[in-house]
């Protein structure tokens, strides 16, 4: 029985039609799932069975707590933690054969110098940055890396990785900037396998596959190339019952701040949602909510369980009470409702509350 307000529904067949698309833009590259943050919110112990289901043997976390669930409900599954290792957590690592991404050249010493120790060989990822500033080994520590390769002791190197800053924007130049420098050191390290491209980066070419691809957010519906239509078919609807139905006749505010003023008579509708689901508070008097393929404004401020929509220009008999109202569906999918948001869809579908209701559907 559904006890919530709002209900969440994951289609897993779409994320498993998804992967079969994405890995037909690869060609012979590897697609990995990104499972990282819950995969997306969405669930990883499903969506990961499910994107194994397709083929998927490689997967990306963030952390190593998200990689050790991920073990435990998948004993064979080749599992890369982006955030690479802290002291203290090389033992786990090694014993569960999670593969650390090392960012730096502290990291590298931390996983080599555990493999020396256990004198065993221990497979790692080493992640370049080519621009983004944010993780892997700088200029300085790449160059130091080719001139002291003996650092690499006791470390099998597997995937050699970059990060693309822009790879949403085709046109812009820093794209094919952070393809060549890649390209250049990545041919100078003993990795097996090069990666590069996010979900945007696989649809930037051929030249930028690599050896292996790392897509999150495209599986799970995004489209992944904003300036064309979406290549990538929907995988959540988000839902709200209506609560109830009331006539405004005077002129009258609704909501929290007195946002909205009525200036007609007009029915409101007060649905079972709010930004504790995940529904954000920035959608306030902006949000665009359906029942069926009818369109309804979302009125007044988005309120912690609840949110009114304005149902006057509606069939009495299509706004009543139990009733699902459409706030991420066919009408509206996630992309269309982050942009009205002011945000990107990663954040709305992270954003997801935990008292929603899930409902997990796989059709072929
Ligand atoms: C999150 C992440 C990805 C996946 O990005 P998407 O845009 O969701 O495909 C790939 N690589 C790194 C390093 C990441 O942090």
């Known amino acids: 029985m559904n006890t919530a307000g709002a209900i969440l529904t994951i289609d897993l067949g779409a994320v498993r039609r998804n992967y079969r698309t994405v890995r037909q833009h690869l060609g012979t590259a590897e697609l990995a799932g990104v499972v990282k943050a819950d995969a997306y919110g969405l669930g ?22 998200e990689a050790f669930a991920l073990r435990s409900i998948m004993p064979e599954a080749d599992i890369h933690v982006f955030d690479g290792i802290q002291p203290g957590e090389e033992g786990e690592f090694a014993a569960k054969q999670i593969r650390p991404v090392l960012n730096s050249l502290l990291q590298i010493e931390t996983w080599s110098a555990h493999a020396r120790a256990a004198r065993r060989t221990l497979t790692a990822d080493i992640h370049l940055d080519t621009g983004m500033s944010r993780l892997g080994l700088d200029a300085a520590e790449q160059k130091h890396l080719l001139i002291h390769p003996e650092v690499l002791a006791g470390i099998d190197l597997d995937i050699i990785l970059s990060h693309l800053a822009v790879a949403e924007d085709r046109a ?14 990545a ?14 980066g696989v649809f930037l070419g051929p030249s930028f596959h690599f050896d292996l691809a790392r897509v999150g957010v495209a599986l799970y519906g995004a489209n992944p190339t904003p300036d064309a239509l979406s290549p990538m078919v929907q995988v959540i609807r988000l839902q709200g019952r209506i609560l109830q139905v009331r006539s405004v006749d005077q002129a009258r505010s609704v ?5 909205h003023r009525v200036s007609r008579p007009s029915r409101i509708a007060t649905v079972a949602i709010g930004y504790a689901d995940g529904y954000p508070l920035s959608l306030s008097n902006r949000g ?21 929509v304005d149902v006057t220009d509606l069939a009495e008999h299509l706004a ?6 459409d706030f991420v569906g066919p009408h509206n999918p996630v992309d ?3 942009d009205r948001a002011g945000t990107i869809p990663y954040t709305i579908m992270t954003g997801f509350g935990r008292r929603l209701h899930r409902i997990y559907v796989d059709e072929n």
């Open 320 to 325: 009543v009470p139990g009733r699902l109202v």
């Open 44 to 65: 990883i112990e499903r969506v990961a069975l499910a994107l194994a289901r397709e083929g998927c043997r490689t997967f990306f976390v963030a952390t190593a707590g």
């Open 288 to 308: 665009i909510a359906y029942i069926d393929e009818h369109e309804i404004p979302v009125v007044g401020r988005v309120s912690m369980d609840l949110t009114t």
């Open 187 to 200: 041919g100078k390290l003993p990795g097996r396998r090069r990666s590069l491209a996010n979900s945007s």
């Open 255 to 259: 909501g929290y701040g007195a946002t």
């Open 336 to 338: 269309a409702v982050a």
């Open 172 to 185: 812009n130049p820093m794209n094919e900037t952070q393809r060549a420098a890649f390209g250049e050191i």
